[in-house]
């Protein structure tokens, strides 16, 4: 039979073991609650990454979150949500096109905040805190910017070529019926020929007389003749 002392270091590893995965849930609320309050539109700012890092640090950055915070290892109902949006910034930062279109609006922020400030490069502003809070905010600024610009001209193209189907739909529905228009003027041919046949029938029969006998007109014509001397 066990001692007390002999069942203590088997409580005591219990209670670290429970402290332990009490510790990795807090880890995984605290991670799913920061990129779910993480800047949308910058991609950067929902992996947790500062802008310009290299390619692998993103992969292995989005590999341990991912692990982390993955909905069939945590309990968290909010789990499902943070997860997408780590896919889609990490999707969104693996397109070439997409993270240079990123990396020229956080450069242009920062080139904004420099010259609002009368900052040169050598500036001791650029290397505090408070400038990375300044700039983070001005890219928030400046990618909204974009995006609003960016769904304008959607909306514009979407317009354009909305004018467009209905002129094409316009076009289609005209040679529709003109199409339709000979179908049905073709199928009434010989029935045009057949009438017009008819009618020049009994016009013919009617302007036929008999015999070669005068018209009463001319009779007429001849009774008032007087003769000459």
Do not use: C
Request: proline residues 4%.
């Amino acid at each position: 039979m066990a001692t007390k002392d002999e069942e203590a270091p088997v409580d005591t590893r219990d209670a670290l073991e429970v402290l332990e995965s009490e510790a990795k849930e807090w880890d995984k609320d605290a991670e799913i609650d920061r990129i779910l309050k993480a800047f949308r539109l910058d991609a950067y700012a929902v992996l947790g990454l500062k802008p310009g890092v290299p390619e692998s640090d993103i992969k292995n950055t989005y590999r341990k979150k991912s692990l982390l915070i993955h909905p069939d290892k945590t309990k968290n109902p909010l789990a499902p949500d943070a997860f997408d949006r780590l896919k889609k910034a990490q999707t969104e930062l693996m397109d070439e096109k997409h993270r240079q279109t990123l990396d020229e609006a956080i450069a242009d922020a920062r080139m904004l905040l420099m010259r609002e400030n009368k900052w040169t490069v050598d500036s001791p502003e650029l290397r505090t805190d408070d400038f990375d809070r300044k700039w983070a905010d001005k890219s928030k600024f400046v990618l909204i910017e974009n995006e609003q610009r960016r769904r304008r001209q959607m909306k514009a193209q979407m317009q354009e070529e909305g004018r467009e189907q209905r002129r094409a739909d316009e076009e289609n529905e005209t040679r529709r019926r003109k199409r339709q228009h000979e179908e049905d003027w073709e199928a009434t041919r010989d029935q045009r020929i057949n009438s017009w046949r008819t009618f020049a029938k009994g016009k013919t029969g009617s302007s036929g007389g008999g015999g070669g006998g005068e018209g009463p007109e001319k009779k007429k014509k001849k009774t008032k003749l007087k003769p000459i001397g």
